[in-house]
């Protein structure tokens, strides 16, 4: 291992889009209540939402610990334990909407597996989900519900999941702005 190289290795000058923070993370876990106790009870979190069995299988719980709609998300069903806890997918949040499609542009020059792009349902952030090297599920995101003190959150009705970047934004959600600042950017490519 080369420290000296390692240490070299920076953030290139000009790259079009910037990571804002480690957005959420979810875990794949073998006892779907069990877990939910445990972040709700012992660490304080709260749940915003859950899906059932028919919507994701084992069923999956979203849960925050601040006004983001999760910081933490369970997925149910996990067959055994195995000797390290079993990621699901780790988030990146993103300052505007425009940076989610330059991210995305990127990744595809870049080769990057690309899984999803658009909408998801519960917290309604928009999103290009994708692969690192080892595949490694990583999702960069903007938009994600904010839930207030009085832990209100968008009800499921209100849940439009959309499979492109442009359907997410010809149909925005309720308080969700998806105007581009570069609107040339929604050009499907």
Known sequence: MNIDKLK????PHGLPFRIGKLGHVVLN????ERSVAFYTQVLGFSVSDVYPAEMVPGGMVF?????????????????ARPERADMHHLAFEVGTLDEVFLARDRLRA????????GRRRAGVQIAVEFRDPDGHRLEIYWGLDQVGSDGHVRPAHEWKGARSLADAIRDPVRGQDTTLRDPSLLKEG
């Open 8 to 11: 070299r290795q920076q953030r």
């Open 29 to 32: 876990v073998s006892d779907l």
């Open 63 to 79: 849960m925050r610990c601040n006004a983001d709609h999760h910081g933490v998300a369970l997925v149910g069903g996990a067959k």
């Open 110 to 117: 870049y080769g990057a597996q690309i899984d999803f792009e």
